[in-house]
């Protein structure tokens, strides 16, 4: 019945891939747990070898990394079930029933995402403060409001879709860097009339980076954004439309010059970071600086 995707790079996983076991037994389904390893250390290769001799667990570690895209459609493919449910490896579930309130939702043609949770206190190292309140304050947001807001987004660290869907339109493969994968699949989903809803079903998210690493991550994953918008959906209003970022940058690009975003972006993106790394970080702050950095991008 069910087909659970875990894509791993550099985290261990015996915890979620335990919880997850322990659920699925007690509902007494059909199901497998698929664990790929996309090139992780040597250390994290041998803790997560540990859950190999679970039963209905899948344990593969790869040659060579391939990719957020590429991994989640090796491991969507090679699935037996009829359903398949990817969770990022950073992740627990919130709810005793976290499986049973995915399969509850199932219906034909229906992509299912679950949200994503934050611990409510704040992380004691100041360096991934950072990540902990733009996730509590931008990303752990309720079904109602996804429903309402987010059109044919999708979240990939955790959402469920059918194999015989997934077959037909999986993650593109030509985003090759970090970041918005998830975007244009759900696009794509939204483009052929699949139903897109929200759920309240979280996974906590564990894995917060430190913030520089978080600022890094995020500019690559604007420059992915760029190239969907340029190279992969180049002429495409809508989708510019959908995307929140794009509809605001396009707005803004109206009363203000893309010269006058990257001067500002060379005069203060020092200050902002500064901020953003700080105890203190604003998030309309980090807002503009995301906006100025991509009107920088070529």
């Not at 037996?80 to 950073?90: C, M, S, T």
């Amino acid at each position: 019945m069910l087909s659970i995707n875990i894509p791993v790079y550099n985290y261990e996983v015996g915890e979620l891939v335990s919880q997850l076991a322990e659920q699925a037994d007690d509902m007494q389904i059909v199901y497998e747990i698929r664990v790929y390893d996309d090139g992780s250390e040597p250390g994290i290769k041998l803790q997560n070898r540990k859950i190999s001799v679970l039963a209905n667990v899948i344990y593969v570690e790869l040659e060579q990394n391939l990719g957020r895209s590429a991994i989640r459609n090796k491991m969507g493919m090679e699935s037996k079930f009829k359903y398949l449910l990817f969770i990022d490896a950073d992740s627990l579930p919130v709810s005793e029933d976290y499986l049973e309130n995915f399969i509850e939702q199932i219906i034909p043609n229906r992509v299912i995402c679950g949200g994503t949770a934050y611990k409510p206190e704040k992380p004691a190292e100041q360096g991934k403060y950072l990540r902990w309140f733009y996730g509590t304050n931008r990303e752990a947001i309720p079904a109602k409001t996804r429903n309402r807001k987010k059109g044919f987004i999708i979240t990939s660290n955790n959402f469920l879709i059918e194999k015989s869907v997934f077959e037909k339109l999986h993650f593109r493969e030509d985003l090759k860097t970090y970041g918005h994968e998830d975007t244009l699949l759900g696009y794509d989903l939204f483009r052929s009339g699949i139903e897109i809803i929200h759920i309240d079903n979280p996974v906590k998210h564990t894995g917060l980076e430190d913030s520089l690493v978080f600022i890094d991550k995020t500019k690559t994953a604007l420059k992915s954004l760029h190239q969907i918008v340029h190279q992969i959906l180049p002429g495409d209003t809508v989708f510019v439309q959908q995307v929140h970022f794009l509809n605001r940058y396009s707005a803004i690009t109206k009363y203000f010059s893309r010269a006058f975003l990257r001067l500002f972006y060379k005069l203060f993106h020092r200050f902002i970071e500064r901020n953003l790394t700080g105890s203190k970080p604003g998030l309309f702050l980090f807002d503009l600086y995301k906006l100025c950095f991509y009107s920088t991008l070529k």
